[in-house]
């Protein structure tokens, strides 16, 4: 069983940065295809970021230029820049990974709040 364990979120003003961290257990990380999602309050899930086990990269299109995926297979960890945040990017951020197995795994997500 794959473990996710997101950390980085916090209240920040619009324009400021941060970085999500995902730590993953398990000797295979650098196998795993992952990824970053957010949820908003009254909002469905939507896909930030996805980052393959080649390190291909892509981003929705709407977040294109402020957020960077990356991941570092020596730690274990999976990591989401982002910047110049604005009130709209409050959610709640989750780590998913595919194994090798195909089957995916969800973090218990990380509150980001950007306040005006």
């Known amino acids: 069983q794959v473990q996710l364990v997101e950390s980085g979120g916090r209240l920040v003003q619009a324009g400021g940065s941060l970085r999500l961290s995902c730590l993953a257990s398990g000797r295979s990380f650098s196998s795993y295809n992952m990824g970053w999602f957010r949820q908003a309050p009254g909002k469905q899930r939507e896909l930030v970021a996805t980052i393959t086990n080649g390190g291909t990269t892509t981003y929705a299109d709407s977040l294109k230029g402020r957020f960077t995926i990356s991941r570092d297979n020596a730690k274990n960890t999976m990591y989401l820049q982002m910047n110049s945040l604005k009130p709209e990017d409050t959610a709640v951020y989750y780590c998913?990974?595919?194994?090798?197995?195909?089957?995916?795994?969800w973090g218990q997500g990380t509150q980001v709040t950007v306040s005006s």
């Open positions: 998913y990974a595919r194994d090798r197995s195909f089957r995916g795994h």
